[in-house]
């Protein structure tokens, strides 16, 4: 019984080693889940309420990043708290140890980042880099890690369905049912990388956002796959997150936009996560959010299409701007909420916005007024003077302006109820 309680306290001692490295700084949901009789199912916790929860079952997973909402899905990213490699060690020729060794002496440090921590799963080992959390928008870059780190321990058997950003991972403490043995941290490292740190070291060639500007310079030559790869899943990314806005601005109630909105959706999460199992259980998730949802089997059969498009790459659906907005019925009022499906008229609406913007600031550092600013200012004066009882002619004079200026002035104030 003592022995029994022991392995307990040891099992709970690792989980919240573990939890507490992840997420001890996380403000966003947390997905918990478990495997029973091949079934899975999902619960949703913030970072306080895992503390009390027994992690010592079998087949137990933890998601490493985290959610706004509690859907475990793309597009309610909060934080990306971690890169992640899941290396199925069985299915290579190699043992634990000699893997790591290799890796030790060969890789980190060198070609890959040193991970902050080494866990063995049962049948395979993960290895977790911890980032200073960054949000959603980050995501194509994080993918971009995610994809070199694999190209880099493909022969370890990195799993190349695991560079799932909305990924769960066994937790250390868990038992492993496929092995029978008890999920263990071997490694930590304290040290907390940065995104563009490893970016910078490793991957250079993705080009950096610098302010004002969308890209750094183009280098000459060939742009390299990696970089072509970049700037298509930002695009994806942005596509995913303005369909989920139409749904939410018109309150997931679009019976004559379903089949589309579906359709281009799973179109667009089987180019940005390379698993068409994910984006399909994805889609029909977001089904089900529909005022009046497709059945299972016709929402699956309706976006059929979008899978044997990726998978054969026959034919490639790179929908303009134009296009998406007849094919969606998105409105004007509609296109303000977007980040990539807008039209011209709103592009040119935006570029107006920032100019003025920038225009603002400009005059703010150097101690000047808008426009806008000066007539406050101005008629905050007529009416002072006026609340006096000074005439048009001595409120004129007094400001030094013309006559004529200031009648303007006085009609616009009481037609706007600033003006008694």
Not at 12 to 25: C, D, P, Q, T, V
Not at 85 to 101: A, G, H, P
Not at 134 to 153: D, G, H, M, R, T
Not at 304 to 315: F, I
Request: positive net charge.
């Amino acid at each position: 019984m003592g022995q029994a309680l022991r392995k307990v306290d040891e099992s709970n001692e690792e989980s919240l080693m573990y939890i507490n490295a992840i997420h001890g700084n996380s403000k966003g949901w947390i997905t918990k889940a478990e495997i029973n009789g091949g079934a899975f199912k999902q619960w949703h916790y913030k970072f306080n309420q895992l503390l009390d929860i027994d992690f010592s079952k079998e087949n137990t997973y933890l998601s490493l990043n985290t959610f706004y909402k509690t859907y475990r899905r793309i597009e309610n990213l909060k934080e990306l708290n971690c890169i992640h490699m899941d290396l199925d060690t069985y299915k290579t020729k190699f043992s634990k140890t000699q893997i790591l060794m290799n890796l030790d002496h060969n890789y980190f440090g060198k070609t890959i980042p040193i991970p902050n921590l080494i866990i063995d799963s049962g049948r395979g080992l993960y290895l977790i880099w911890l980032i200073e959390p960054v949000p959603y928008k980050a995501l194509p870059l994080w993918k971009a890690v995610e994809e070199y780190i694999y190209s880099q321990l493909k022969e370890f058997g990195a799993d190349r369905m695991a560079l799932d950003p909305t990924r769960v991972l066994r937790v250390p403490g868990s038992i492993n049912s496929k092995s029978n043995t008890m999920v263990k941290t071997l490694e930590t490292n304290e040290y907390i990388h940065k995104l563009r740190e490893i970016q910078t070291e490793y991957l250079p060639d993705i080009p950096k956002h610098e302010k004002n500007k969308s890209l750094a310079p183009k280098k000459k030559g060939r742009p390299k796959k990696v970089v072509y790869m970049f700037n298509e899943r930002s695009l994806y990314l942005a596509r995913i997150t303005d369909l989920v806005k139409l749904c939410e601005l018109r309150n997931y109630d679009l019976e004559g936009e379903r089949e589309m909105i579906l359709f281009l959706y799973r179109y667009y999460l089987n180019y940005f996560f390379e698993d068409e199992q994910k984006a399909l259980g994805d889609t029909l998730e977001l089904n089900g959010m529909f005022v009046k949802p497709l059945p299972t089997k016709e929402a699956t059969k309706a976006t059929e299409s979008a899978k044997k498009v990726y998978k054969e790459k026959s034919k490639d659906y790179k929908y303009k701007n134009e296009t998406l907005i007849e094919l969606l019925q998105i409105a004007e009022d509609e296109e303000k909420y977007m980040v990539t499906i807008i039209s011209k008229k709103e592009v040119k609406r935006r570029n107006n916005e920032y100019n003025k913007n920038k225009y603002k600031e400009k005059l703010k550092k150097e101690g000047k007024m808008t426009k806008q600013e000066e007539l406050k200012v101005l008629r905050q004066k007529i009416k002072v003077l006026r609340e006096k009882g000074l005439k048009n002619k001595e409120v004129s004079e007094a400001l030094d302006i013309p006559l004529k200026t200031l009648k303007r002035h006085i009609t616009y104030m009481k037609k706007n109820g600033l003006l008694a």
